[in-house]
């Protein structure tokens, strides 16, 4: 026998599998295309421990013709195109006919299925891709598929899955994507037994993302609808006042079709460049309608990645598209250039005399040649690093407002105030947990706040940890939470948005599987919304008592972040730089 053999079929299946069904969210992503296709109008899916143990999904489509119902498992078959000239002009969600012959190969399936002028369904169960079982069955119409036990013969192919959290939130993420696309179908999710989504038909975005995301979230948004060319963008994006802190809020859609798009991804970026600082990211729901002539969603089976014929076009438009929204939103201030006698310094301490000319004070030679030292005379080292001592350093004053000037004797010192106190407060919090006495302070009017499904889902989980930190919170209807008291450090803050931001970043760990750093991660976002905040003027005796307390923590050097707060330039360096030496 040969070296080259061909592969059994069984290992085929199982290889070609692995490219479109990679985690149970691919699972779910396939059959609610499906449904889509088939035109059903309401859609329902009950997942497991993240869809490793159950995948389900309903909907009141076309149904399956029972004579076609095995041919639908065989690789490649599919209603949706004919022939090769249909892939340049397609217009539904699924082509590839690789769905159904996938999940089956990775997974035990149970497929139910009636038409609507059939008096009865059908029954089938797949097991390694080959039917076990196939009976009539009293069904309404439509069709329901069952995905148990992923991965259950192909054990390596199991270990790499993420926590039961993580895959649940990746699902959850994809629902919320179908939901947006589609708001005049109703879409409906249990986890575990629990609604984590309920979106009932509606006739407009606008209503989809307020049912999903809340009214807080929606009233932050512009809305976007532009012609361009020959393609039309629509949908949402975020204010420059309201941004946020992940790109969980980013969804992009070609023509109905979530993608993740690299393409569609920067050019908003660009187009936020000049308002969003370091870890801000704009909400964007957008929407990109486009000849299917003039995009290839033929690039990877998972049909995620997409191409465009005129890239450059796509990009410009969006760009173009949402500066001109937010420069309508936020148009530019005017300014009048007047004529000064004297310049106002940024820095904020003694005054400084600037009332005689600079240059009567300068020698008439001056030379910038660096002098030559004696022969036999070495050159000083620069100093070793090191924190101000208390008692040791005087506080010279504050520079642009957001930098406290201190010296010592080794040199000139500068401190960012907002990470200094982040620092400060993050400690301060964190030895009150570790003794149980979180100081709070309780509301005179009880807060409530809209969340979205996912986050409502979490809360009923993650009450007793929000108590831990100095929050008394409790659902309240079906979307929203009642808050009724909070930490104290949070009390001088816009406490609404800090705890909408909270909840946010449970939503943002659950997605990304990490909810063990649950309290790590909350102390440091209730550390950095308290803190004093950049250009905010400071008396010096602030100053004076955040250095003490900031000498005081166990890391001084770095915010809770990882930023760090202290800016040394020794009196080497200035002098070096001056060339005095």
């Not at 499906?34 to 109008?41: H, K, P, R, V, Y």
């Not at 990211?281 to 299917?292: C, V």
């Not at 010096?540 to 923590?553: A, F, G, H, V």
């Amino acid at each position: 026998m040969g070296e080259i053999q061909l592969l059994p079929e069984e290992v085929v299946n199982k290889i070609a599998a692995g490219e479109i069904i990679e985690r149970p969210v691919s699972i779910v992503k396939e059959l609610i295309e499906n449904s889509l296709d088939a035109g059903s109008t309401e859609i329902r899916i009950d997942i497991e421990r993240g869809g490793k143990q159950l995948i389900r999904v309903m909907d009141n489509g076309r149904g399956i013709a029972a004579e076609e119902v095995l041919l639908a498992f065989e690789r490649h078959a599919t209603s949706k195109i004919r022939g090769s000239d249909d892939l340049h002009q397609i217009n539904t969600m699924g082509f590839r006919g690789e769905a159904l012959a996938s999940i089956a190969a990775v997974s035990q399936v149970q497929l139910k299925t009636r038409r609507v002028a059939e008096d009865a369904g059908l029954s089938v169960t797949m097991l390694n891709g080959v039917c076990q079982n196939r009976q009539p069955a009293a069904l309404p119409p439509g069709t329901t598929i069952e995905s148990r036990q992923l991965f259950f013969n192909t054990p390596a192919r199991k270990k790499f899955l993420k926590s039961d959290p993580a895959e649940a939130g990746a699902i959850v993420h994809m629902v919320e994507a179908f939901a947006m696309a589609h708001p005049e179908i109703s879409f409906l999710m249990h986890q575990d037994g629990r609604e984590v989504i309920n979106c009932p038909k509606t006739t407009t975005l606008r209503e989809r993302i307020f049912q999903i995301f809340g009214a807080e979230l929606l009233e932050s948004m512009l809305e976007l609808d532009e012609m361009l060319f020959h393609f039309r963008i629509s949908g949402f994006v975020s204010r420059t006042d309201a941004l946020k802190t992940s790109r969980n809020y980013q969804y992009f859609f070609i023509n109905r079709r979530y993608v993740k798009d690299k393409v569609l991804a920067n050019s908003v970026y660009v187009a936020y460049r000049v308002f969003a600082q370091a870890g801000q990211y704009p909400a964007a729901f957008l929407f990109l309608e486009i000849p299917p002539a003039m995009v290839d969603v033929n690039v990877h089976p998972a049909k995620y990645e997409v191409r465009f014929l005129q890239q450059g076009l796509v990009q410009k438009g969006i760009i173009d598209s949402i500066q001109k929204k937010l420069n309508e939103a936020r148009p530019l201030p005017s300014f009048q250039i007047q004529a000064t006698s004297g310049y106002l310094p940024r820095y904020s301490g003694p005054e400084l005399n600037l009332s005689q000319p600079l240059t009567e004070s300068l020698p008439q030679d001056l030379s910038f040649r660096s002098p030559i030292p004696p022969a036999g005379l070495e050159m000083p080292a620069p100093p070793q690093r090191r924190l101000p001592q208390e008692g040791e350093y005087k506080i010279i004053g504050q520079y642009d407002n957001t930098y406290i000037l201190l010296s010592d004797e080794t040199g000139l010192i500068i401190v960012d105030q907002h990470v200094a106190h982040e620092r400060v407060l993050y400690e301060q919090l964190l030895q009150q947990q570790e003794n149980h006495q979180v100081r709070t302070q309780n509301l005179l009017f009880p807060l409530v706040l809209d969340v979205n499904p996912a986050q409502m889902m979490l809360l009923e989980d993650y009450t007793d940890h929000f108590r831990d930190l100095g929050f008394d919170m409790e659902i309240f209807g079906q979307n929203a939470i009642h808050v009724r008291q909070i930490p104290e450090l949070l009390s001088d803050s816009n406490y609404s948005a800090a705890v909408q931001r909270l909840m946010n970043e449970l939503e943002r760990l659950y997605r990304d599987g990490v909810l063990e750093s649950f309290a790590e991660e909350m102390r440091k976002s209730m550390a950095c919304q308290a803190a004093v905040k950049i250009n905010m003027p400071l008396t010096r005796e602030k100053m004076e008592y955040l250095i003490q307390q900031l000498l005081k923590t166990q890391t001084p050097q770095v915010c809770p972040h990882g930023r760090p707060i202290i800016l040394r330039i020794s009196h080497y360096e200035i002098e070096k730089n001056f060339r005095r030496i």
